[in-house]
């Protein structure tokens, strides 16, 4: 396949597009959680958070993924370190240390309508507040968005070039993060039965740049199962193709986007041969509400830079523009 796949449907694409009509359609199944009786009532301010959990990703120290070769190689008289794929060195103190999770609940969040959760895997050279909050303006975008949501924004290594998981590359290590994430977001919240909501509501995984790795880990052994309702990947698709296709081809039922610019553009377009040759259509434009099944990979638009990419791909603030077209998740 050549990269103008990606720039029009493909053969397999156009004929799953023209044979599926409006009565088709469903939008995204919104699971029931446990109703909450909240005296509260919808949030009257924004509240946000960065919380230390003993299941975030770092500090990390097993093996790597499929061998027993510890994470932390470098012993330098008892200060500890990794060494990444590309040969970077990082120290654990400095880098692998830092166990606060970003934590967002919008003013006028309901505990008691269908709600969505949004986990955030930052890119490289990130910090949760310097980056996360502030230029990418997350939180802000999910604020922005009317959406029943609120975020968690998971640490990685930080300031740093290096996609490592932790402790998420271990079988369940993420489901047990959002076992955490339930009870910090109900104390966040102020009505700890709201911790039912939180512990049983669906999930969106919105991936930025270096954040794939920890993302497609997390889908594939992660734990959440049907939980999990929609994959993001902005500039984000450098590799585990095998991982997001599988997903994609195992559980219909929820939705996936990926946009490119340059840098990812080849592996986007890799993605889109295996899902023709699996038969899975998909579009390249992301132009009306998201339904269960819908699978996009579009271009992430002209004159955009990928740092700027969470704030300004196809359209400004592109998670702002997902969540908006999440019809079942409305303030």
């Not at 093996?63 to 370190?81: C, E, H, M, Q, T």
């Not at 997350?138 to 740093?160: E, H, K, R, T, Y």
């Not at 997903?247 to 039922?253: C, G, K, Q, T, V």
């Not at 269960?292 to 830079?305: A, M, N």
Request: hydrophobic share 40%.
């Amino acid at each position: 396949m050549t990269a103008c796949l990606i720039f029009g449907l493909s053969a397999a694409a156009t004929a799953w597009a023209k044979a599926r009509s409006p009565s088709d359609e469903k939008t995204l199944s919104v699971p029931q959680p446990q109703q909450v009786q909240s005296r509260s009532g919808p949030v009257k301010q924004p509240k946000t958070a960065l919380v230390p959990f003993q299941t975030a990703p770092f500090p990390y120290r097993g093996a790597l993924p499929g061998s027993d070769k510890p994470f932390l190689d470098i012993n330098d008289n008892g200060r500890r370190g990794h060494t990444t794929p590309f040969g970077r060195q990082y120290w654990e103190d400095e880098t692998y240390s830092d166990n606060r999770v970003l934590l967002h609940i919008p003013k006028g969040f309901d505990v008691r309508r269908p709600a969505v959760m949004i986990v955030f895997f930052h890119g490289h050279g990130a910090t949760l507040e310097r980056d996360v909050l502030h230029r990418q303006r997350v939180a802000d975008q999910i604020s922005n968005s009317g959406a029943n949501a609120v975020l968690i924004a998971p640490q990685f290594a930080v300031d740093a070039s290096d996609s490592s998981a932790g402790r998420f590359w271990e079988p369940g290590g993420f489901g047990r993060f959002m076992g955490e994430a339930a009870d910090a977001l109900a104390k966040l919240h102020g009505d700890r039965r709201s911790v039912r909501t939180f512990a049983s509501a669906p999930v969106i995984f919105v991936a930025y740049s270096g954040g794939y790795l920890a993302a497609a880990s997390c889908a594939t052994k992660g734990g959440l199962n049907k939980r999990l309702r929609g994959i993001v990947l902005l500039d984000a698709l450098y590799g585990e193709l095998g991982k997001f296709a599988s997903w994609i081809e195992n559980d219909p039922s929820a939705f996936f986007v990926s946009a490119y610019l340059g840098s990812t553009r080849e592996k986007n377009s890799q993605l889109a041969e295996i899902l023709t040759r699996r038969e899975i259509g998909y579009a390249t434009e992301l132009d009306r509400p998201l339904h269960q099944g819908d699978v996009t990979i579009l271009s992430g638009g002209q004159d955009v830079s990928h740092r700027s990419f969470v704030t300004q791909a196809w359209v400004d603030n592109p998670i702002e523009d997902v969540l908006r077209r999440l019809p079942g998740y409305r303030r």
